[in-house]
Nanobody, 130 residues
């Protein structure tokens, strides 16, 4: 079975940094996969934060562009999301997702996780306080 486990969430002051990790098992990194980070804050829709393809191409939402860096270690089946200059509005539950196919057609929906689309972790809470 495919399992994703997110690590690295926590509480941080505004302006600080966090590094989120996603460890995968049962999922083969090949040329036809991409990884994504999503987040959902109370009262808000699920938001796509970042994607990274098997070749290392990345996408960032406007809300985190310039402050976030996604990376992956294919040998260790892990992906990471470095978040800097954190803001109050970054407070959310962050989810890691793995999927086959094109990162240009990621999941878009009101709620995450969506177990009908890809494989998801259980989420990790990030709380930013000013």
């Amino acid at each position: 079975a495919v399992q994703l486990v997110e690590l690295g969430g926590g509480s941080v002051e505004a302006g600080g940094s966090l590094r989120l990790f996603c460890m995968l098992s049962g999922f083969i990194f090949d040329d036809n996969h991409y990884m994504a980070w999503y987040r959902q804050a109370p009262g808000h829709d699920c938001e796509l934060v970042s994607t990274i393809t098997s070749s290392g191409s990345t996408y960032y939402s406007d809300s985190v562009k310039g402050r976030a860096t996604a990376s992956q270690d294919n040998a260790k089946n892990t992906v990471a999301l470095q978040m800097n200059s954190l803001k109050d509005e970054d407070t959310a539950v962050y989810y890691c997702m793995a999927a086959r196919g094109f990162a240009s057609a990621p999941y878009v929906g009101a709620v995450c996780p969506n177990w009908d689309f890809g494989y998801w972790g259980q989420g990790t809470q990030v709380t930013v306080s000013s």
